[in-house]
């Protein structure tokens, strides 16, 4: 006898700690922008992964990069070389512009390793007296959820019976370069920002502001660090979100669509001299670097280099912004983001952002609430106008009233 979704939901009910609210679909195969579920459904794939799915489901040249591999080697450890290391870490930074690359997994790994480089750099280049390092940080940020992370949140959700917390960070308001300038001291370490708020709500900051948090960074002596797991590699037009303004970081924080939506795969990049100030035995991880996640990462930047996905979200996201903004006024409040990427305000006595995501998860659409009025919107780059047509469709009937 063949499962339901019901019966596939109550197992992760019963068995899977529940950390998560996903709506009630369960997904069995996919490819490209769209997602089959375990009865036959389809499903147009608004989310993408939160940005690890830029390129769609199953893209063939990274699975293929993918299968190939898994017929060679996938793990060593650091503890050996391998021969996809060096040619991923120069590949990307040539990419990327940089001079150094620190392949991790996760995002949120991403993050603590760019910390701790920070805090290095401070004490024995800066001059920082030992344990007196300080990070500013953004209000409403979101760079993940371990504990010295969520110790910098503004989110009770995320910070609720989870301390002590991790000394060492003051937060500012997000888009208020006074207020930073106010909080940098002379044991200011580095400035840890998002070029764009994905989780509050697709946020973008003012213009000039991130200009002005470079130029206050380079005039004290500061480290910018840039958190592009979500803004980088293609979402927003540009291969870094930081390029809209012109500004180039210190550091950047690199996840989700280097693995191409196969791997978890992150990294650090930036300069030589920051990232130069580790050691052997300072900071690691088994599987960081590993072959097989070089070897997609490396698939991911040969589609990142001709520049076509940046162009599709140019041209797809002008699309986008353009249909979602005619809704505004009738039951949406506000339009937000760039590029493929948008955070629909809904207006207020509508439906809540779950109940909006419910019924476009019933009429065929996916994507996900953030908070209780953001429906957050972020198709793979590969979608095709009719099917981003096909969605846009959809949340306008869902939303308009």
């Given at each position: 006898m063949s499962m339901t979704a019901a019966d596939f939901i109550a197992l992760d009910e019963q068995w899977s700690t529940h950390n998560y609210h996903p709506l009630p679909v369960v997904i069995a195969e996919a490819e490209g922008a769209w997602v089959t579920d375990v009865h036959g459904?389809?499903?147009?794939?608004?989310?993408?992964?939160?940005?690890?799915?830029?390129?769609?489901?199953?893209?063939?040249?990274?699975?293929?990069?993918?299968?190939?591999?898994l017929g060679r080697v996938t793990l060593t450890s650091r503890a050996f070389h391998h021969d996809q290391l060096g040619?991923?870490?120069?590949?990307?930074?040539?990419?990327?512009?940089?001079?150094m690359v620190l392949p991790m997994n996760s995002g949120a790994e991403a993050v603590e390793s760019a910390l701790k480089i920070a805090r290095k750099w401070a004490y024995q280049v800066k001059g920082v007296p030992d344990g007196a390092a300080e990070i500013i940080v953004a209000g409403s940020n979101f760079h993940g959820r371990t504990t010295t992370i969520v110790s910098f949140s503004t989110d009770d959700t995320a910070r609720n019976d989870f301390g002590p917390?991790?000394?060492?960070?003051?937060?500012?308001?997000?888009?208020?370069?006074?207020?930073?300038?106010?909080?940098?001291?002379?044991?200011?370490a580095a400035v840890l920002i998002e070029p764009v708020q994905g989780e509050a709500g697709v946020l973008t900051p003012p213009a000039g502001y991130l200009r002005e948090v470079r130029q206050l960074c380079t005039d004290n002596n500061v480290l910018l660090i840039a958190d592009e797991i979500q803004a980088g590699l293609g979402r927003t037009g540009t291969l870094f979100a930081c390029e809209h303004e012109g500004v180039t970081a210190d550091l950047y924080t690199l996840g989700k669509a280097l693995g191409g939506g196969i791997m978890p795969v992150s990294a650090v990049v930036g300069r030589r001299d920051v990232l130069g100030v580790l050691r052997p035995g300072e900071h690691g991880s088994t599987f960081g670097g590993n072959p097989l996640a070089c070897a997609v990462g490396r698939a991911v930047i040969r589609l990142l280099r001709d520049g076509d996905f940046l162009a599709r979200s140019v041209e797809l996201g002008a699309h986008l912004h353009g249909r979602l903004t005619e809704l505004i006024g009738h039951g949406v409040a506000d339009v937000r983001g760039r590029g493929l990427w948008a955070g629909i305000e809904i207006a207020p006595g509508g439906r809540t952002a779950r109940e909006a995501s419910e019924e476009l998860m019933a009429r065929g659409v996916l994507c996900k609430e953030t908070h209780d009025t953001t429906l957050r919107v972020a198709p793979p780059l590969m979608i095709s106008k009719a099917d981003l047509d096909r969605g846009v469709d959809t949340i306008a009937a869902v939303l308009t009233r």
């Amino acid at each position: 006898m063949s499962m339901t979704a019901a019966d596939f939901i109550a197992l992760d009910e019963q068995w899977s700690t529940h950390n998560y609210h996903p709506l009630p679909v369960v997904i069995a195969e996919a490819e490209g922008a769209w997602v089959t579920d375990v009865h036959g459904k389809r499903y147009l794939d608004f989310l993408a992964g939160y940005s690890a799915l830029n390129f769609g489901h199953r893209h063939p040249d990274l699975v293929a990069a993918a299968v190939e591999q898994l017929g060679r080697v996938t793990l060593t450890s650091r503890a050996f070389h391998h021969d996809q290391l060096g040619l991923f870490c120069r590949e990307l930074a040539e990419l990327t512009g940089t001079e150094m690359v620190l392949p991790m997994n996760s995002g949120a790994e991403a993050v603590e390793s760019a910390l701790k480089i920070a805090r290095k750099w401070a004490y024995q280049v800066k001059g920082v007296p030992d344990g007196a390092a300080e990070i500013i940080v953004a209000g409403s940020n979101f760079h993940g959820r371990t504990t010295t992370i969520v110790s910098f949140s503004t989110d009770d959700t995320a910070r609720n019976d989870f301390g002590p917390f991790t000394p060492g960070f003051v937060v500012v308001k997000y888009g208020d370069a006074q207020a930073l300038e106010a909080a940098i001291t002379p044991h200011t370490a580095a400035v840890l920002i998002e070029p764009v708020q994905g989780e509050a709500g697709v946020l973008t900051p003012p213009a000039g502001y991130l200009r002005e948090v470079r130029q206050l960074c380079t005039d004290n002596n500061v480290l910018l660090i840039a958190d592009e797991i979500q803004a980088g590699l293609g979402r927003t037009g540009t291969l870094f979100a930081c390029e809209h303004e012109g500004v180039t970081a210190d550091l950047y924080t690199l996840g989700k669509a280097l693995g191409g939506g196969i791997m978890p795969v992150s990294a650090v990049v930036g300069r030589r001299d920051v990232l130069g100030v580790l050691r052997p035995g300072e900071h690691g991880s088994t599987f960081g670097g590993n072959p097989l996640a070089c070897a997609v990462g490396r698939a991911v930047i040969r589609l990142l280099r001709d520049g076509d996905f940046l162009a599709r979200s140019v041209e797809l996201g002008a699309h986008l912004h353009g249909r979602l903004t005619e809704l505004i006024g009738h039951g949406v409040a506000d339009v937000r983001g760039r590029g493929l990427w948008a955070g629909i305000e809904i207006a207020p006595g509508g439906r809540t952002a779950r109940e909006a995501s419910e019924e476009l998860m019933a009429r065929g659409v996916l994507c996900k609430e953030t908070h209780d009025t953001t429906l957050r919107v972020a198709p793979p780059l590969m979608i095709s106008k009719a099917d981003l047509d096909r969605g846009v469709d959809t949340i306008a009937a869902v939303l308009t009233r």
